[in-house]
């Protein structure tokens, strides 16, 4: 059955007027094939390639809904369906048009060389034009093995915010678009080249299977161009796939299926049996034991801890809630915490326990078991442990080890070099936070007669134990081709008056190096309020990459980039961290009292730790950047900073 375009609603009308605009001309080409006349001149305009998009007003790191749809053979189906794949990815369709028959075969044979990667594929055609019959052949034509449906209510064309018929979207298991874009780089709107030079969707699936950001995430891709106006009604299922006539009401919401799959992306990495959360959230039964206190946790936006803005990154390791997963949780809660149909639920998890870096190549462990009472509170501690290294070593990935997940709060561990007096902050630990895994190509520098300094930070949670905490490294097999380093931009200029609820301290920092910024961990203690990370370059204009109107001091983050920062010599990074000293923060042990820098938690610290990398074959001096010129006693008064503005401390935190 066909549905006339005069019954189609108005934005369908026109995605579908639009598309047969541009793809027939005289002749039958593809005006994606020939050059357009200016609209100022009437000469050609120039062909048009691949161009990059700002990834992140194309939604690149959003987690995209739990979409429904109905294949070619009426079942019905949802992007959840595919949380055990290792990536999927989203081809849009279109039989007519010249760019979909293309890279028909080309897709096909992609979508077999991933087969055994793990990477499943989805078929989408948004268009009016192509019965459930011609999506049939078009499948059959070129070899598509993965489903096909038809997009007749414009779901997928809304929240993917499709372009062209030739669109390519890549998703990680927890549905976060990692990609968007076209097959390749041969194929333009106006010419096409000879032979391809870049494999851009191969390139995505690889990137997303290795757990790695995509280099070139946002992409515009050549095609038949589409638009999608108002956003369609939620949850809609065909009574067929190829009738757009009316949506049926969205299935039940249950356990099994869509609220699981939002359970083990989103809460289960903590929140399952030995792992950092105070309690597991597995099974239908575990959500409603705890259903008040979820729906606390969700309607007050506490978990997932969060504290970006939404004009912050986007971020690898986001973990927020998308509003359809809020609603799903709450909508269910509501209905009981029904579990629903069994057979659908997901495989048994496989949490990472022990080194998941593999046994690493040098352990470092704090010096001294630490006695954590049941009760009460853990002063901060500094701990240095030698790593008797006799050489440098490049280092590929880094692991902190707890014993004991439930009372570890965080851990910062710093590389020191006694000779110089100077140390590098390496890495971070954090509930449920993973390795660090450094890509093939990129390594840390750890120097020879380095020590390993431990800021630990404990919290009891009622029973008291003995904890011990270790550093793994895995060692790089050749030099790299890129050096990471930690840059930690700090401020030891702290003097908060007391009952003070907006102070601001300014923290600076100038690359004397082109770089490449990965991720960005702000740090203070417990008076902090916000922060704001600025990158100002060379010719005075700026971006602020990381803005938390929160902060939250038991939840300190590494801000991980989906598409990491490339900054030019002279760029000045600068660190605002504001705070609030006053009563009305509930954190604050004394607001009566003067605070000043120090290591402990009642103590501040302001400041960003910033990893970038650069070229291994740069000249192996860094700048420290400007040197305070003087540091607060803790009565208020000033002193100098110890020769190489290293904190004397011992605190060393970002």
Same mark, same amino acid.
């Not at 010599?569 to 003067?594: H, I, M, Q, W």
């Not at 070229?615 to 001096?621: F, K, L, M, Q």
């Given at each position: 059955?066909?549905?006339?375009?005069?019954?189609?609603?108005?934005?369908?009308?026109?995605?579908?007027?639009?598309?047969?605009?541009?793809?027939?001309?005289?002749?039958?080409?593809?005006?994606?094939?020939?050059?357009? $006349?200016?609209?100022?001149?009437?000469?050609?305009?120039?062909?048009?390639?691949?161009?990059?998009?700002?990834?992140?007003?194309?939604?690149?790191?959003?987690?995209?809904?739990?979409?429904?749809?109905?294949?070619?053979?009426?079942?019905?189906?949802?992007?959840?369906?595919?949380?055990?794949?290792?990536?999927?990815?989203?081809?849009?369709?279109?039989?007519?048009? $010249?760019?979909?028959?293309?890279?028909?075969?080309?897709?096909?044979?992609?979508?077999?060389?991933?087969?055994?990667?793990?990477?499943?594929?989805?078929?989408?055609?948004?268009?009016?034009?192509?019965?459930?019959?011609?999506?049939?052949?078009?499948?059959?034509?070129?070899?598509?093995?993965?489903?096909? %449906?038809?997009?007749?209510?414009?779901?997928?064309?809304?929240?993917?915010?499709?372009?062209?018929?030739?669109?390519?979207?890549?998703?990680?298991?927890?549905?976060?678009?990692?990609?968007?874009?076209?097959?390749?780089?041969?194929?333009?709107?106006?010419?096409?080249?000879?032979? #391809? *030079?870049?494999?851009?969707?191969?390139?995505?699936?690889?990137?997303?299977?290795?757990?790695?950001?995509?280099?070139?995430?946002?992409?515009?891709?050549?095609?038949?161009?589409?638009?999608?106006?108002?956003?369609?009604?939620?949850?809609?299922?065909?009574?067929?796939?190829?009738?757009?006539?009316?949506?049926? &009401?969205?299935?039940?919401? %249950?356990?099994?299926?869509?609220?699981?799959?939002?359970?083990?992306?989103?809460?289960?990495?903590?929140?399952?049996?030995?792992?950092?959360?105070?309690?597991?959230?597995?099974?239908?039964?575990?959500?409603?034991?705890?259903?008040?206190? #979820?729906?606390?946790?969700?309607?007050?936006?506490?978990? $997932?801890?969060?504290?970006?803005?939404?004009?912050?990154?986007?971020?690898?390791?986001?973990?927020?809630?998308?509003? &359809?997963?809020?609603?799903?949780?709450?909508?269910?809660?509501?209905?009981?915490?029904?579990?629903?149909?069994?057979?659908?639920?997901?495989?048994? &998890?496989?949490?990472?326990? =022990?080194?998941?870096?593999?046994?690493?190549?040098?352990?470092?462990?704090?010096?001294?078991?630490?006695?954590?009472?049941?009760?009460?509170?853990?002063?901060?501690? #500094?701990?240095?442990?030698?790593?008797?290294?006799?050489?440098?070593?490049?280092?590929?990935?880094?692991?902190?080890?707890?014993?004991?997940?439930?009372?570890?709060?965080?851990?910062?561990?710093?590389?020191?070099?006694?000779?110089?007096?100077?140390?590098?902050?390496?890495?971070?630990?954090?509930?449920?936070?993973?390795?660090?895994?450094?890509?093939?190509?990129?390594?840390?520098?750890? *120097?020879?007669?380095?020590?390993?300094?431990?800021?630990?930070?404990? %919290? &009891?949670?009622?029973?008291?134990?003995?904890?011990?905490?270790?550093?793994?490294?895995?060692?790089?097999?050749?030099?790299?081709?890129?050096?990471?380093?930690?840059?930690? @931009?700090?401020?030891?200029?702290?003097?908060?008056?007391?009952?003070?609820?907006?102070?601001? @301290?300014?923290?600076?920092?100038?690359?004397?190096?082109?770089?490449? @910024?990965?991720?960005?961990?702000?740090?203070?203690?417990?008076?902090?309020?916000?922060?704001?990370?600025?990158?100002?370059?060379?010719?005075?204009?700026?971006?602020?990459?990381?803005?938390?109107?929160?902060?939250?001091?038991?939840?300190?983050?590494?801000?991980?980039?989906?598409?990491?920062?490339?900054?030019?010599?002279?760029?000045? #990074?600068?660190?605002?961290?504001?705070?609030?000293?006053?009563?009305?923060?509930?954190?604050?042990?004394?607001?009566?009292?003067?605070?000043?820098?120090?290591?402990?938690?009642?103590?501040?610290?302001?400041?960003?730790?910033?990893?970038?990398?650069?070229?291994?074959?740069?000249?192996?001096?860094?700048?420290?950047?400007?040197?305070?010129?003087?540091?607060?006693?803790?009565?208020?008064?000033?002193?100098?900073? *110890?020769? =190489?503005?290293?904190?004397?401390?011992?605190?060393?935190?970002?």
């Amino acid at each position: 059955m066909r549905m006339p375009v005069e019954r189609l609603p108005l934005r369908f009308q026109l995605a579908r007027t639009r598309t047969l605009a541009l793809a027939t001309i005289v002749g039958g080409l593809c005006a994606c094939f020939a050059p357009s $006349p200016s609209a100022q001149d009437g000469t050609l305009a120039p062909a048009e390639y691949a161009a990059e998009l700002v990834p992140s007003e194309w939604s690149i790191g959003a987690t995209i809904p739990d979409l429904g749809f109905v294949d070619l053979d009426g079942n019905a189906g949802h992007l959840s369906d595919y949380a055990s794949s290792k990536a999927l990815v989203v081809v849009i369709r279109d039989v007519g048009c $010249p760019v979909s028959k293309k890279y028909g075969l080309r897709t096909a044979e992609i979508e077999r060389d991933c087969a055994a990667k793990g990477v499943a594929f989805l078929y989408v055609n948004p268009t009016e034009d192509d019965d459930v019959h011609e999506c049939r052949v078009d499948a059959k034509r070129y070899g598509f093995a993965g489903r096909y %449906t038809s997009d007749l209510l414009g779901r997928f064309g809304w929240h993917l915010k499709v372009r062209t018929t030739a669109d390519a979207f890549v998703l990680d298991p927890a549905r976060r678009l990692c990609y968007r874009g076209p097959i390749d780089d041969q194929i333009g709107r106006g010419a096409t080249r000879v032979e #391809v *030079k870049r494999h851009f969707l191969c390139e995505a699936i690889d990137a997303v299977v290795a757990g790695q950001a995509v280099a070139a995430s946002a992409l515009t891709a050549p095609g038949c161009l589409l638009e999608f106006l108002t956003e369609p009604p939620p949850e809609p299922l065909l009574t067929d796939p190829g009738v757009a006539a009316v949506a049926t &009401p969205a299935k039940p919401l %249950t356990w099994y299926g869509r609220v699981e799959s939002i359970a083990r992306a989103r809460c289960q990495g903590c929140h399952h049996d030995g792992g950092a959360g105070p309690f597991p959230l597995m099974t239908a039964g575990d959500f409603a034991g705890a259903a008040t206190m #979820v729906r606390e946790a969700i309607e007050g936006a506490i978990m $997932p801890p969060w504290f970006a803005t939404d004009a912050s990154g986007p971020f690898k390791n986001d973990m927020r809630l998308s509003p &359809p997963e809020k609603a799903a949780l709450l909508e269910w809660l509501a209905a009981g915490a029904p579990e629903g149909d069994a057979t659908s639920q997901l495989p048994p &998890p496989n949490w990472p326990s =022990g080194w998941t870096i593999g046994e690493p190549d040098l352990i470092v462990e704090s010096p001294k078991l630490v006695d954590i009472p049941a009760t009460g509170v853990v002063e901060y501690l #500094v701990l240095d442990a030698p790593t008797k290294l006799t050489e440098d070593v490049w280092v590929q990935a880094i692991q902190i080890l707890c014993d004991h997940p439930t009372i570890c709060h965080h851990v910062l561990a710093h590389a020191h070099e006694p000779a110089t007096n100077r140390q590098e902050f390496i890495d971070s630990y954090l509930p449920g936070r993973d390795a660090t895994v450094f890509p093939p190509d990129q390594a840390l520098l750890l *120097k020879k007669g380095a020590v390993i300094r431990f800021n630990l930070h404990y %919290t &009891p949670n009622g029973t008291p134990v003995k904890e011990r905490t270790r550093i793994g490294f895995k060692f790089a097999k050749e030099k790299p081709k890129y050096r990471v380093s930690g840059q930690v @931009v700090r401020s030891y200029e702290i003097n908060i008056p007391p009952h003070a609820a907006h102070h601001v @301290v300014v923290s600076e920092y100038r690359f004397t190096y082109d770089a490449v @910024v990965r991720r960005l961990v702000p740090h203070m203690h417990l008076r902090g309020k916000a922060v704001q990370v600025e990158f100002v370059a060379p010719d005075g204009s700026s971006t602020m990459p990381l803005e938390m109107a929160t902060w939250h001091p038991n939840w300190q983050y590494a801000y991980e980039f989906v598409t990491p920062i490339a900054v030019e010599r002279g760029t000045l #990074v600068r660190c605002t961290s504001y705070y609030d000293n006053s009563a009305k923060n509930p954190f604050n042990p004394a607001p009566e009292k003067r605070v000043v820098q120090g290591p402990q938690i009642w103590d501040e610290m302001a400041g960003v730790f910033v990893e970038s990398y650069r070229r291994a074959d740069a000249a192996s001096a860094r700048d420290r950047g400007p040197r305070e010129p003087t540091r607060p006693r803790r009565d208020g008064s000033t002193q100098r900073p *110890k020769s =190489g503005g290293e904190p004397d401390d011992g605190g060393g935190a970002p």
